[in-house]
Protein backbone atom coordinates (compact mmCIF):
# COMPACT_ATOMS: atom_id res chain seq x y z
CA UNK A 1 0.00 0.00 0.00
CA UNK A 2 2.99 2.13 1.37
CA UNK A 3 5.19 1.82 -1.54
CA UNK A 4 4.12 3.04 -5.07
CA UNK A 5 4.81 1.26 -8.23
CA UNK A 6 6.64 3.33 -11.29
CA UNK A 7 2.77 3.71 -12.89
CA UNK A 8 1.29 4.41 -9.45
CA UNK A 9 3.73 7.34 -9.18
CA UNK A 10 3.65 8.67 -12.96
CA UNK A 11 -0.42 8.69 -11.90
CA UNK A 12 0.48 11.06 -9.12
CA UNK A 13 2.94 12.92 -10.85
CA UNK A 14 0.45 13.42 -13.89
CA UNK A 15 -2.44 14.71 -11.31
CA UNK A 16 -0.26 17.10 -9.77
CA UNK A 17 1.29 18.55 -13.05
CA UNK A 18 -2.47 19.11 -14.25
CA UNK A 19 -3.22 20.67 -10.80
CA UNK A 20 0.24 22.96 -10.84
CA UNK A 21 -0.59 23.71 -14.91
CA UNK A 22 -4.57 24.27 -14.93
CA UNK A 23 -5.43 24.80 -11.63
CA UNK A 24 -3.53 26.50 -9.03
CA UNK A 25 -2.66 29.55 -11.24
CA UNK A 26 -6.65 30.23 -11.78
CA UNK A 27 -8.09 29.00 -8.29
CA UNK A 28 -8.09 32.69 -6.65
CA UNK A 29 -9.23 33.92 -10.02
CA UNK A 30 -12.40 31.40 -10.28
CA UNK A 31 -13.36 31.64 -6.80
CA UNK A 32 -13.71 35.55 -7.14
CA UNK A 33 -15.65 35.41 -10.06
CA UNK A 34 -17.64 32.33 -9.78
CA UNK A 35 -16.20 30.33 -12.73
CA UNK A 36 -16.86 26.99 -13.47
CA UNK A 37 -14.14 26.05 -15.75
CA UNK A 38 -15.86 23.12 -17.87
CA UNK A 39 -13.10 23.17 -20.58
CA UNK A 40 -10.61 22.36 -18.11
CA UNK A 41 -13.00 19.92 -16.67
CA UNK A 42 -12.83 18.25 -20.29
CA UNK A 43 -8.45 18.53 -20.21
CA UNK A 44 -8.84 16.47 -17.11
CA UNK A 45 -11.23 14.07 -18.63
CA UNK A 46 -8.55 13.77 -21.24
CA UNK A 47 -6.01 12.40 -18.68
CA UNK A 48 -8.38 9.65 -17.36
CA UNK A 49 -10.06 11.61 -14.68
CA UNK A 50 -13.77 11.86 -15.54
CA UNK A 51 -13.86 7.86 -14.85
CA UNK A 52 -10.86 7.21 -12.92
CA UNK A 53 -12.45 3.38 -10.98
CA UNK A 54 -14.87 3.14 -13.98
CA UNK A 55 -15.17 0.12 -16.11
CA UNK A 56 -12.47 0.66 -19.63
CA UNK A 57 -15.05 -1.12 -21.50
CA UNK A 58 -17.30 2.38 -21.36
CA UNK A 59 -14.09 4.90 -21.32
CA UNK A 60 -12.83 4.53 -17.89
CA UNK A 61 -9.62 4.64 -16.82
CA UNK A 62 -10.43 1.21 -14.49
CA UNK A 63 -8.10 2.24 -11.74
CA UNK A 64 -8.29 1.29 -7.68
CA UNK A 65 -9.94 3.38 -5.14
CA UNK A 66 -6.04 3.61 -3.67
CA UNK A 67 -5.43 5.54 -6.97
CA UNK A 68 -8.63 7.31 -6.78
CA UNK A 69 -7.61 9.02 -3.02
CA UNK A 70 -3.89 9.89 -4.60
CA UNK A 71 -4.94 11.45 -7.90
CA UNK A 72 -7.54 13.55 -5.65
CA UNK A 73 -5.18 14.57 -3.24
CA UNK A 74 -3.02 16.11 -6.18
CA UNK A 75 -5.67 17.93 -7.93
CA UNK A 76 -6.69 19.42 -4.45
CA UNK A 77 -3.40 20.95 -3.92
CA UNK A 78 -4.29 23.31 -7.30
CA UNK A 79 -7.69 23.55 -6.08
CA UNK A 80 -9.75 22.38 -3.89
CA UNK A 81 -12.91 23.27 -5.25
CA UNK A 82 -12.72 21.64 -8.32
CA UNK A 83 -11.07 18.46 -7.09
CA UNK A 84 -14.10 18.03 -4.94
CA UNK A 85 -16.32 18.40 -8.08
CA UNK A 86 -14.96 15.78 -10.34
CA UNK A 87 -14.66 13.90 -6.96
CA UNK A 88 -19.02 14.29 -7.21
CA UNK A 89 -18.56 13.58 -11.07
CA UNK A 90 -17.02 10.30 -10.57
CA UNK A 91 -18.98 9.45 -7.71
CA UNK A 92 -22.25 9.71 -10.17
CA UNK A 93 -21.07 7.99 -12.87
CA UNK A 94 -19.60 5.17 -10.91
CA UNK A 95 -23.33 4.32 -9.34
CA UNK A 96 -24.53 4.28 -13.27
CA UNK A 97 -21.12 2.03 -14.26
CA UNK A 98 -21.87 -0.19 -11.14
CA UNK A 99 -25.62 -0.19 -10.68
CA UNK A 100 -27.16 0.42 -14.61
CA UNK A 101 -27.87 -1.99 -16.81
CA UNK A 102 -25.69 -2.83 -20.10
CA UNK A 103 -27.86 -0.61 -21.62
CA UNK A 104 -27.70 2.42 -19.29
CA UNK A 105 -24.01 1.78 -18.99
CA UNK A 106 -23.22 2.33 -22.76
CA UNK A 107 -25.59 4.90 -22.88
CA UNK A 108 -24.70 7.37 -20.10
CA UNK A 109 -20.99 6.30 -18.70
CA UNK A 110 -18.69 6.96 -22.44
CA UNK A 111 -19.91 10.43 -22.40
CA UNK A 112 -19.28 11.33 -18.46
CA UNK A 113 -16.09 9.59 -18.64
CA UNK A 114 -14.89 11.95 -21.17
CA UNK A 115 -16.56 14.74 -19.30
CA UNK A 116 -18.60 15.86 -22.39
CA UNK A 117 -21.43 15.55 -20.20
CA UNK A 118 -20.89 16.64 -16.67
CA UNK A 119 -22.86 14.45 -13.57
CA UNK A 120 -24.56 15.52 -10.28
CA UNK A 121 -25.87 13.72 -7.76
CA UNK A 122 -29.50 14.18 -5.98
CA UNK A 123 -29.73 13.09 -2.46
CA UNK A 124 -30.37 16.26 -0.16
CA UNK A 125 -33.39 17.94 0.58
CA UNK A 126 -34.70 21.50 2.14
CA UNK A 127 -36.42 19.07 4.80
CA UNK A 128 -34.04 16.19 4.45
CA UNK A 129 -30.19 16.46 4.78
CA UNK A 130 -28.34 14.00 7.24
CA UNK A 131 -31.54 11.93 7.66
CA UNK A 132 -31.49 11.44 4.00
CA UNK A 133 -34.28 8.27 4.51
CA UNK A 134 -36.69 11.03 5.12
CA UNK A 135 -36.55 12.42 1.32
CA UNK A 136 -39.82 13.12 -0.02
CA UNK A 137 -39.54 13.80 -4.24
CA UNK A 138 -42.02 11.48 -5.51
CA UNK A 139 -41.89 9.25 -8.37
CA UNK A 140 -44.64 7.44 -9.66
CA UNK A 141 -44.80 5.48 -12.25
CA UNK A 142 -47.43 6.18 -15.51
CA UNK A 143 -46.94 3.33 -17.68
CA UNK A 144 -43.92 3.19 -19.54
CA UNK A 145 -42.31 6.03 -17.30
CA UNK A 146 -42.67 7.47 -14.37
CA UNK A 147 -43.52 11.31 -13.18
CA UNK A 148 -41.19 12.94 -10.52
CA UNK A 149 -42.03 16.25 -8.15
CA UNK A 150 -40.07 17.73 -5.33
CA UNK A 151 -36.73 19.50 -4.81
CA UNK A 152 -33.45 19.16 -4.22
CA UNK A 153 -31.14 21.13 -1.92
CA UNK A 154 -27.12 22.19 -2.27
CA UNK A 155 -26.60 19.86 -5.67
CA UNK A 156 -23.24 20.59 -7.19
CA UNK A 157 -22.88 21.39 -10.55
CA UNK A 158 -27.13 22.04 -10.92
CA UNK A 159 -27.74 23.95 -14.04
CA UNK A 160 -24.23 23.09 -15.76
CA UNK A 161 -24.56 19.03 -15.34
CA UNK A 162 -26.21 17.11 -17.68
CA UNK A 163 -26.86 14.08 -16.04
CA UNK A 164 -28.77 13.60 -12.68
CA UNK A 165 -28.71 10.60 -10.56
CA UNK A 166 -31.97 11.28 -7.88
CA UNK A 167 -32.94 9.45 -5.10
CA UNK A 168 -36.71 9.66 -5.27
CA UNK A 169 -39.76 7.86 -3.22
CA UNK A 170 -41.34 4.99 -5.02
CA UNK A 171 -42.62 3.21 -2.07
CA UNK A 172 -43.52 3.77 2.07
CA UNK A 173 -41.62 5.66 4.08
CA UNK A 174 -38.31 4.86 5.23
CA UNK A 175 -35.02 3.67 3.27
CA UNK A 176 -37.35 0.50 1.38
CA UNK A 177 -39.32 3.44 -0.72
CA UNK A 178 -36.53 5.22 -2.02
CA UNK A 179 -35.25 4.62 -5.21
CA UNK A 180 -32.68 5.50 -7.75
CA UNK A 181 -33.44 7.29 -11.41
CA UNK A 182 -31.35 8.83 -14.22
CA UNK A 183 -32.73 12.47 -15.34
CA UNK A 184 -31.07 14.32 -18.66
CA UNK A 185 -31.24 17.85 -18.04
CA UNK A 186 -33.47 18.74 -20.90
CA UNK A 187 -36.02 16.68 -19.58
CA UNK A 188 -39.06 19.16 -19.66
CA UNK A 189 -40.37 20.37 -16.19
CA UNK A 190 -37.04 20.30 -14.76
CA UNK A 191 -35.50 23.16 -13.26
CA UNK A 192 -32.56 25.07 -11.32
CA UNK A 193 -32.68 27.47 -8.35
CA UNK A 194 -30.19 30.46 -7.96
CA UNK A 195 -26.75 29.96 -7.84
CA UNK A 196 -25.86 29.67 -4.13
CA UNK A 197 -24.57 32.79 -2.19
CA UNK A 198 -21.94 30.49 -0.48
CA UNK A 199 -18.99 30.76 2.32
CA UNK A 200 -16.40 28.55 -0.43
CA UNK A 201 -16.38 26.33 -3.05
CA UNK A 202 -17.09 29.34 -5.04
CA UNK A 203 -15.54 27.80 -8.55
CA UNK A 204 -18.51 25.47 -8.63
CA UNK A 205 -21.72 26.24 -8.66
CA UNK A 206 -24.71 24.89 -6.19
CA UNK A 207 -28.34 25.27 -6.91
CA UNK A 208 -31.63 23.49 -6.15
CA UNK A 209 -32.82 20.93 -8.43
CA UNK A 210 -37.19 21.31 -8.86
CA UNK A 211 -39.27 18.63 -10.32
CA UNK A 212 -42.28 19.54 -11.73
CA UNK A 213 -44.44 16.57 -13.10
CA UNK A 214 -40.93 15.54 -15.02
CA UNK A 215 -41.61 12.61 -16.84
CA UNK A 216 -38.49 9.99 -17.06
CA UNK A 217 -38.99 6.75 -18.86
CA UNK A 218 -38.61 3.75 -16.49
CA UNK A 219 -36.06 2.60 -18.06
CA UNK A 220 -33.52 4.99 -16.48
CA UNK A 221 -34.14 3.25 -13.18
CA UNK A 222 -31.26 2.39 -11.67
CA UNK A 223 -31.48 -1.68 -10.33
CA UNK A 224 -34.77 -1.91 -9.29
CA UNK A 225 -37.66 -0.13 -7.11
CA UNK A 226 -36.53 0.04 -3.66
CA UNK A 227 -32.58 0.22 -4.43
CA UNK A 228 -31.98 3.43 -4.05
CA UNK A 229 -30.96 3.93 -0.78
CA UNK A 230 -28.75 1.22 -0.81
CA UNK A 231 -26.99 2.69 -4.07
CA UNK A 232 -26.69 6.24 -2.62
CA UNK A 233 -24.80 5.04 0.37
CA UNK A 234 -22.78 2.42 -1.56
CA UNK A 235 -21.69 5.56 -3.84
CA UNK A 236 -21.09 8.03 -0.50
CA UNK A 237 -18.35 5.72 0.88
CA UNK A 238 -16.23 6.44 -2.44
CA UNK A 239 -17.01 9.85 -2.20
CA UNK A 240 -16.52 10.64 1.57
CA UNK A 241 -12.54 8.73 0.83
CA UNK A 242 -12.55 11.01 -2.21
CA UNK A 243 -13.68 14.34 -0.44
CA UNK A 244 -10.94 13.41 2.28
CA UNK A 245 -8.35 13.17 -0.12
CA UNK A 246 -9.08 16.61 -0.97
CA UNK A 247 -8.99 18.11 1.92
CA UNK A 248 -5.36 16.62 2.46
CA UNK A 249 -4.28 18.05 -0.30
CA UNK A 250 -5.87 21.35 -0.10
CA UNK A 251 -4.09 21.47 3.27
CA UNK A 252 -0.85 20.04 2.21
CA UNK A 253 -0.75 22.91 -0.36
CA UNK A 254 -1.90 25.38 2.35
CA UNK A 255 1.01 24.01 4.46
CA UNK A 256 3.56 24.54 1.76
CA UNK A 257 2.64 28.15 1.72
CA UNK A 258 3.04 28.81 4.85
CA UNK A 259 6.46 27.20 5.14
CA UNK A 260 8.06 29.19 1.97
CA UNK A 261 6.17 32.26 4.01
CA UNK A 262 8.17 31.30 7.14
CA UNK A 263 11.53 30.77 4.49
CA UNK A 264 11.71 34.25 3.39
CA UNK A 265 9.71 36.37 6.07
CA UNK A 266 12.48 37.64 8.98
CA UNK A 267 10.90 39.43 11.97
CA UNK A 268 13.17 40.36 15.26
CA UNK A 269 16.21 39.91 13.46
CA UNK A 270 15.90 36.23 12.11
CA UNK A 271 13.80 33.89 9.98
CA UNK A 272 10.67 32.70 11.07
CA UNK A 273 11.09 29.83 9.95
CA UNK A 274 13.84 29.08 12.45
CA UNK A 275 11.88 30.01 15.75
CA UNK A 276 11.89 26.52 17.45
CA UNK A 277 8.01 27.75 18.69
CA UNK A 278 6.71 27.70 14.71
CA UNK A 279 8.73 24.73 14.27
CA UNK A 280 6.99 22.68 16.58
CA UNK A 281 3.64 24.04 15.13
CA UNK A 282 4.91 23.26 11.51
CA UNK A 283 6.46 19.85 12.69
CA UNK A 284 2.20 19.24 14.39
CA UNK A 285 1.04 19.68 11.12
CA UNK A 286 2.93 17.79 9.32
CA UNK A 287 2.58 14.80 11.25
CA UNK A 288 -1.27 15.38 11.24
CA UNK A 289 -1.72 15.45 7.63
CA UNK A 290 0.40 12.51 7.96
CA UNK A 291 -2.01 10.34 10.29
CA UNK A 292 -4.89 11.67 8.09
CA UNK A 293 -3.31 10.52 4.87
CA UNK A 294 -2.10 6.55 6.08
CA UNK A 295 -5.98 6.32 7.48
CA UNK A 296 -7.35 7.39 4.46
CA UNK A 297 -5.24 4.60 2.44
CA UNK A 298 -5.90 2.30 4.54
CA UNK A 299 -9.96 2.87 4.46
CA UNK A 300 -9.76 3.05 0.25
CA UNK A 301 -7.56 -0.50 0.26
CA UNK A 302 -10.55 -1.68 2.55
CA UNK A 303 -13.31 -0.35 0.12
CA UNK A 304 -11.04 -1.48 -3.26
CA UNK A 305 -11.38 -5.11 -1.44
CA UNK A 306 -15.29 -5.20 0.25
CA UNK A 307 -13.96 -5.90 3.41
CA UNK A 308 -16.25 -6.22 5.96
CA UNK A 309 -15.14 -3.28 7.43
CA UNK A 310 -15.01 -0.74 4.30
CA UNK A 311 -18.25 1.60 5.87
CA UNK A 312 -16.75 2.24 9.52
CA UNK A 313 -13.56 2.64 7.72
CA UNK A 314 -14.61 5.33 5.21
CA UNK A 315 -16.53 7.16 7.56
CA UNK A 316 -13.31 7.44 10.18
CA UNK A 317 -11.16 8.26 7.46
CA UNK A 318 -13.68 10.90 5.98
CA UNK A 319 -14.15 12.29 9.99
CA UNK A 320 -10.53 12.63 10.80
CA UNK A 321 -8.99 13.79 7.41
CA UNK A 322 -11.58 16.55 6.90
CA UNK A 323 -11.24 17.60 10.37
CA UNK A 324 -7.41 17.51 9.86
CA UNK A 325 -7.70 19.22 6.61
CA UNK A 326 -9.69 22.63 7.81
CA UNK A 327 -7.14 22.56 11.36
CA UNK A 328 -3.93 22.38 9.19
CA UNK A 329 -5.19 25.23 6.53
CA UNK A 330 -6.44 27.02 9.32
CA UNK A 331 -2.92 27.24 11.12
CA UNK A 332 -1.84 27.60 8.06
CA UNK A 333 -3.25 31.28 7.60
CA UNK A 334 -2.12 32.08 11.36
CA UNK A 335 1.41 31.49 10.39
CA UNK A 336 1.08 33.87 7.48
CA UNK A 337 -0.23 36.73 9.57
CA UNK A 338 -2.06 39.26 7.88
CA UNK A 339 -0.95 38.03 4.57
CA UNK A 340 -2.76 34.56 5.23
CA UNK A 341 -6.43 36.71 5.30
CA UNK A 342 -5.25 38.27 1.92
CA UNK A 343 -7.04 36.49 -1.09
CA UNK A 344 -3.89 36.74 -3.14
CA UNK A 345 -1.66 34.16 -0.88
CA UNK A 346 -4.34 31.65 -1.30
CA UNK A 347 -4.48 30.42 1.99
CA UNK A 348 -7.87 32.09 2.99
CA UNK A 349 -9.67 30.35 0.31
CA UNK A 350 -8.14 26.66 1.27
CA UNK A 351 -9.92 27.29 4.14
CA UNK A 352 -13.26 28.27 3.38
CA UNK A 353 -13.03 25.91 0.28
CA UNK A 354 -11.97 22.74 3.13
CA UNK A 355 -14.64 23.89 5.90
CA UNK A 356 -18.05 22.31 4.15
CA UNK A 357 -15.87 19.04 3.82
CA UNK A 358 -17.11 18.93 7.82
CA UNK A 359 -20.39 19.05 6.37
CA UNK A 360 -21.24 16.93 2.92
CA UNK A 361 -20.88 13.45 1.96
CA UNK A 362 -22.41 13.62 5.58
CA UNK A 363 -21.79 15.62 8.06
CA UNK A 364 -19.29 14.48 10.46
CA UNK A 365 -21.50 14.00 13.15
CA UNK A 366 -23.18 11.43 10.88
CA UNK A 367 -19.66 9.94 10.84
CA UNK A 368 -19.36 9.77 14.12
CA UNK A 369 -22.78 8.10 14.66
CA UNK A 370 -21.31 5.79 11.39
CA UNK A 371 -18.69 4.72 13.48
CA UNK A 372 -20.22 4.57 17.04
CA UNK A 373 -23.13 1.87 15.41
CA UNK A 374 -20.14 -0.42 14.52
CA UNK A 375 -18.82 -0.52 18.28
CA UNK A 376 -21.95 -1.17 19.25
CA UNK A 377 -23.40 -3.74 16.85
CA UNK A 378 -20.23 -5.50 17.39
CA UNK A 379 -20.24 -5.42 21.40
Same mark, same amino acid.
Given at each position: ??????????????????????????????????????????????????????????????????????????????????????? @?? =?? #???? !???? /? *???????? &?????????????????????????????????????? @?? =?? #???? !???? /? *???????? &?????????????????????????????????????????? #??????????????????????????????????????????????????????????????????????????????????????????????????????????????????????????????????????????????????????????????????????????
Amino acid at each position: MFNLTEDERAINETARDFADEFLAPNAVEWDQNKHFPVDVLRKAAGLGMGGIYIGEDVGGSGLTRLDSVRIFEQLATGDPSIAAYIS @IH =NM #VTWM !IDTY /G *TDEQRRTW &VPGLCSMDQLGSYCLTEPGAGSDAAALSTKAVRDGDDY @IL =NG #VKQF !ISGA /G *TSDVYVVM &VRTGAAGPKGISAIIVPKDSPGLSFGANEKKMGWNAQPTRQV #VFEDVRVPAVNLLGSEGDGFRIAMNGLNGGRLNIAACSIGGAQSALDKAIAYLLERKAFGARLLDAQALQFRLADMKTELEAARTMLWRAADALQENAPDKVELCAMAKRFATDTGFQVANDALQLLGGYGYLAEYGVEKIVRDLRVHQILEGTNEIMRVVVARSIVGAA
